[in-house]
């Protein structure tokens, strides 16, 4: 969602930031440079994102990520909420998942 409507960066608190940012893989490489974009030219379609990324290693990645969704879907700013909340959720999710098998 944020690949494509990064205005949405905005909408998120600096915690959700720092945890998107320190994402494994190219995940986080993305999330960082979206950090860094926004700080300094501000929000941006995803066409002169697409663009500006080519030159990222992980470029490729985030493009074809893109390329394969369902155009018809139009996410909404809802849809990012509930998302971060998941996101913020699965440590616990699998804290209480390795106490359980312990018992």
Same mark, same amino acid.
């Given at each position: 969602?944020? #690949? #494509? =409507?990064?205005?949405? $960066? *905005? @909408?998120?608190? @600096?915690?959700?930031?720092?945890?998107?940012?320190?994402?494994?893989?190219?995940?986080?490489?993305? %999330?960082? %440079?979206?950090?860094? =974009?926004? @700080?300094? =030219?501000?929000? +941006? /379609? $995803?066409?002169? #994102?697409?663009?500006? !990324?080519?030159?990222? /290693?992980?470029?490729?990645?985030?493009?074809?990520? +893109?390329?394969?969704? *369902?155009?018809? !879907?139009? /996410?909404?700013? *809802?849809? #990012?909420?509930?998302?971060?909340?998941?996101?913020?959720?699965?440590?616990?999710?699998?804290?209480?998942?390795? !106490?359980?098998?312990?018992?």
């Amino acid at each position: 969602m944020l #690949l #494509l =409507h990064g205005a949405w $960066w *905005d @909408a998120l608190g @600096a915690a959700d930031h720092a945890m998107l940012c320190a994402l494994p893989g190219w995940h986080g490489a993305w %999330f960082a %440079f979206l950090d860094r =974009h926004m @700080a300094e =030219h501000g929000p +941006v /379609p $995803w066409a002169a #994102l697409r663009e500006r !990324i080519g030159e990222e /290693p992980w470029g490729s990645d985030a493009r074809a990520l +893109v390329d394969e969704q *369902d155009p018809a !879907i139009e /996410p909404a700013l *809802d849809d #990012l909420q509930l998302s971060m909340g998941q996101l913020r959720e699965a440590p616990k999710r699998r804290e209480a998942d390795r !106490i359980l098998r312990r018992l």
